[in-house]
């Protein structure tokens, strides 16, 4: 009787239609040797290179024609549809190669919960920040004056708000898309829309697109702190400089409490680890 009783969750366990994935390895040096791993780790640097080009060349665009010649620009709509919609074809064209991070708080947020090595993490990292950094140079070549006139699309706290402000805005932001992108590549949710390929782009563009619309007056919406950095090098200025922990610290600190709250407690981490609440404590009388 105890044993059919103790197999029952274990039948249970393996009908699931889906398998967790084994945790990356903190460290695993056998990822160089791999060129799987450098083409992932180039991806990353394109992606990031195109989303900086054709969004920043739209924040420039945008603020260069508005009120110019009785010509409005995109507008604040515009500018969150393009920043939404380059992650969502970008996501959908990479996420096959690299994962389709684009943006560092993602690749920490997926670090911390351990679906991504430590190697892979830093590399994609660095190309990240090359690529923003490629691309907004880019913009800034083929805008000329334009680009320096217009601010560079460089994130900084606007008028009016407090860097505590900026900082919880860039916090809370970077906390909702990071917490799209894991409900979007769970593995219950994969096994379940396997037929529609293209509902994890989806949501983790419009993701994006929403956390624009509602952040850009007060800090111009970081949430990617390669996003940040390319623009601050290339712009140059030293108010930029002064407020840009806050597009690292800020993004950083809502993946890792994106990754807490998914790992811990909408997938149960910590209560699978210890036995689930009812049964692990009959377990140990």
Not at 73 to 82: D, E, H, I
Not at 190 to 213: E, K, Q, T, W, Y
Not at 220 to 244: C, M
Request: charged content about 10%; glycine content about 12%.
């Amino acid at each position: 009787m105890t044993k059919d009783v103790v197999a029952e969750p274990e039948a249970h366990h393996h009908g699931k239609d889906y398998v967790d994935p084994p945790p990356a390895p903190l460290i695993d040096p056998g990822e160089l040797k791999l060129w799987s791993f450098y083409r992932a780790v180039i991806a990353e640097l394109v992606a990031t290179m195109l989303f900086l080009y054709v969004t920043i060349a739209t924040v420039i665009g945008n603020k260069a024609t508005t009120g110019t010649n009785g010509c409005g620009g995109v507008g604040t709509l515009g500018v969150a549809w393009s920043f939404g919609g380059m992650i969502f074809v970008l996501v959908y064209c990479t996420a096959g190669i690299s994962g389709g991070h684009i943006n560092p708080a993602v690749t920490f947020g997926l670090f911390l919960a351990r679906k991504v090595s430590l190697v892979r993490a830093v590399a994609y990292i660095v190309a990240q920040c090359l690529g923003a950094i490629c691309g907004v140079a880019l913009v800034k070549g083929l805008t000329g004056p334009l680009y320096k006139a217009n601010g560079g699309g460089a994130n900084s706290v606007s008028s009016g708000f407090s860097k505590g402000t900026g900082f919880a805005a860039e916090l809370l932001g970077t906390f909702f898309l990071v917490y799209t992108v894991f409900s979007a590549t769970d593995p219950k949710r994969n096994a379940r829309d396997s037929h529609v390929p293209v509902l994890a782009p989806l949501p983790i563009g419009f993701a994006v697109f929403m956390v624009h619309i509602a952040t850009i007056p007060i800090t111009g919406t970081g949430i990617n702190p390669a996003r940040s950095l390319g623009a601050a090098v290339i712009y140059d200025s030293q108010k930029i400089w002064n407020e840009h922990w806050i597009f690292w610290v800020g993004p950083f600190a809502g993946a890792a409490a994106a990754a807490a709250y998914h790992q811990y407690v909408l997938r149960a981490a910590a209560a699978k680890a210890l036995g689930s609440f009812r049964s692990g404590g009959g377990r140990h009388i």
